[in-house]
Nanobody
Framework: VQLQASGGGLVQPGGSLRLSCAAS????????FAWFRQAPGKERQFVAA????????LYADSVKDRFTIFRDNAKNTVFLLMNNLKPEDTGGYYC??????????????????????WGQGTLVTVSS
């Protein structure tokens, strides 16, 4: 099992980045995915998630209307498009996968414990 996150970097406030999470070793099409981020000295927090069927997405309030999560089953890759980046978006971004084809009610997609596989993360720095 492998989740390889990429696409991070240094960007000015107001800029954009697209993160990628390439998955292998499990059935991608039956897996839900999420992005979490961790700022220095803080706990890892939920950013965005997409259900295994792709019909449902969920975003943290702080990124709603700025970030978009989407998936490409043909490429076994999940993406996070981040627009209008702010300094508070700085941190390590981690991709998690739930391979169990589960459907969650409420904010279940945002629960860190529901994701069994994790990648090593990619660093995003928003600074002028």
């Amino acid at each position: 099992v492998q989740l390889q996150a990429s696409g991070g970097g240094l960007v000015q406030p107001g800029g954009s980045l697209r993160l990628s999470c390439a998955a292998s070793g499990f059935t991608f099409s039956r897996s839900g995915f999420a992005w979490f981020r961790q700022a220095p000295g803080k706990e890892r927090q939920f950013v965005a998630a997409i259900s295994w069927g792709g019909a449902s997405t969920l975003y943290a309030d702080s990124v709603k209307d700025r970030f978009t999560i989407f998936r490409d089953n043909a490429k076994n890759t999940v993406f996070l498009l981040m627009n209008n980046l702010k300094p508070e978006d700085t941190g390590g971004y981690y991709c998690g996968a739930d391979p169990r084809a589960r459907t969650y009610s409420g904010h279940g997609l945002a629960v860190r414990g529901n994701y069994l596989y994790w990648g090593q993360g990619t660093l995003v720095t928003v600074s002028s």
